[in-house]
């Protein structure tokens, strides 16, 4: 199936870091105080309520620093240790794959553990003993004024850099894994079209409990976690 000259790409998405312990953001699961993420994450929610989005993030970061990379994101940096061309694209904030080992890891929503300064964009990085001295608005050690977490909400545009690196990826991957997201949202849910328009010949796998708009064009859609279906696929692969 693949060898190790062949690039293989990873898109993966909450689902990915759900046996970890961390919500994800659609259905139930993903209510916090009854509020749905989909209000919170927003420049319009931070604007009017800062502290409640920071309380919202607070308590996300407590449970991703305290949370360790389950078997999908250990397999994952096995994989690459083996010697395979492996990068990542994830939409998630927490840095479970960089944890488990992996090295070429791309964040399309930017990163939990670090805060940014709205003024001067000094960016600070979490630790779990800082978080317990902070209980309001984090302020900027350098100018005093508010910081705000140093990710992408809706509405906001991602990095252009990053948005260019993905495409490249894409454009060279022999095979595409996309893994616990829903697929819902741009521009990484256009990735997989994206990769299949421009190399018609790309191995699309896709790893979800449910199917996803992305299942449409999909090579194989593998139900089930992905902390059961990401070892068994790697481990198949490498008996061939
Ligand atoms: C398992 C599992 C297990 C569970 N094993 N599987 C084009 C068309 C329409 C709209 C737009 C468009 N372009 C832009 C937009 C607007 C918007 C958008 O996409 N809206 C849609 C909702 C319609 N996009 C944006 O605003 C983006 N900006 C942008 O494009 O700028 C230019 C622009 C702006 C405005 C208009 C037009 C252009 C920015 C998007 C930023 C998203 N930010 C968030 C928050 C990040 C910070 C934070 O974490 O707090 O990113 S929202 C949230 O959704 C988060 C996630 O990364 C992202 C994706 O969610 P994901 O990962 O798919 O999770 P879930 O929960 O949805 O799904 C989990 C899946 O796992 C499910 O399928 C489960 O079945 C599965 N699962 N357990 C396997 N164990
Ligand atoms: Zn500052």
Known sequence: MIDKNSRITVISGAGFSQASGIPIFRGKDGLWKNYDPSELATPHAFAKDPKLVWEWYRWR???????????????????????????????????????????????????????????????????????????????????????????????????????????????????????GTSGVVYPAAEFPFLAKRQNSQVTIYEFNLDYTPISNIATETILGPVEETIPEFFNTIYQK
Not at 67 to 73: E, F, M, S, V, Y
């Open 61 to 179: 970061l407590n449970i991703i620093l305290n949370a360790d990379p389950n078997l999908a994101h250990v397999k994952l940096a096995e994989v690459e240790l083996k010697g395979f061309d492996i990068a990542i694209l994830t939409q998630n904030v927490d840095d479970l794959h960089e944890r488990a080992g992996s090295q070429n890891v791309t964040h399309l929503h930017g990163e939990i553990r670090l805060a940014r300064c709205f003024s001067c964009r000094t960016k600070f990085i979490w630790t779990v003993e800082l978080l317990e001295t902070v209980d309001d608005i984090p302020k900027c050690s350098a100018c005093e004024s508010i910081c705000r977490p140093d990710v992408v909400w809706f509405g906001e545009s991602l990095d252009s850099n990053i948005i260019q690196n993905c495409i490249d990826q894409l454009s060279i991957t022999d095979m595409l894994i996309v893994a």
